[in-house]
């Protein structure tokens, strides 16, 4: 099964609004990560946050180890927000640089 | 301040023609270095790791190869392009292990095969 799952799988919102992304991990993860990929393609990494609240400008994230799920909050929504939204793990084995990524949340914020 | 670079930034080739892709990483010793594919509009899957020069270890068989000819440098290659191979590469790198495990990536090659 799909070891990473996101919620929503798309989300639209009005500037201003606040988004909530959700990623679910089915194996215990000792690394996450969250990245937001640019409708150009380019991958900015948002956060490394295996554990524990991280907060930067309008963006938090929380993850709760031992409940398997991590969250993206986005305060606050611009329109330069857009984009889609990755969250990927890394588990314990001899890879330890082995990402595995959720499908991701595609997020579009109306002016 | 450290920085990648992926070349080309897009490129379109023939069914059964050769390829090379590359990735270059200024401004830091000994990264580990790592390929990612993404088919359009889906997610990113890890194809190669290297965690020094000479050795690249595969993850995922998609009839490509790589190869780590130098400390700061990544190449992505194939002898013979199939249709599933379009798609976007994303070359990464991350401290060693140990040290940190967040990657950061490049600006990625758009690869069209026609």
């Known amino acids: 099964g799909q070891q990473v799952q996101q919620s929503p799988a798309s989300l639209v919102l009005q500037e201003g609004e606040n988004a909530e992304l959700q990623c679910n991990f089915s194996?215990?993860?000792?690394?996450l990560q969250w990245f937001y990929q640019h409708p150009g393609g380019r991958l900015v990494s948002l956060f490394y946050?295996?554990?524990g609240t991280k907060h930067t400008g309008r963006l938090t994230s929380t993850t709760v180890t031992n409940e398997r799920r991590s969250s993206l909050h986005i305060s606050s929504s611009q329109t330069t927000d857009s984009g889609t939204y990755f969250c990927a793990i890394g588990i314990m084995n001899y890879n330890q640089g082995k990402l595995i990524f959720g499908q991701g949340t595609k997020l579009s914020i109306k002016p | 301040a450290q920085t990648i670079h992926q070349w080309p930034v897009a490129e379109i080739k023939a069914v059964g023609s050769p390829l090379s892709l590359g990735c270059t990483i200024k401004?830091?010793?000994?990264?580990?270095l790592y390929w990612y594919w993404q088919a359009t509009g889906g997610t990113l899957q890890q194809l190669f790791y290297s965690i020094t020069v000479g050795q690249v270890e595969s993850v995922v068989q998609l009839n490509l190869s790589a190869s780590r000819p130098k400390d700061d440098q990544f190449i992505l290659s194939t002898e013979k392009l199939l249709l599933s191979h379009s798609g976007f590469y994303l070359c990464?790198?991350?401290?060693?292990?140990?040290?940190?495990?967040?990657?950061?990536f490049g600006p990625g090659t758009r690869l069209t095969v026609l």
């Open positions: 194996s215990t993860a000792t690394r």
């Open positions: 401004g830091k010793s000994s990264p580990n």
């Open positions: 990464a790198w991350s401290l060693p292990w140990g040290s940190s495990y967040e990657q950061y």
């Open positions: 946050n295996p554990s």
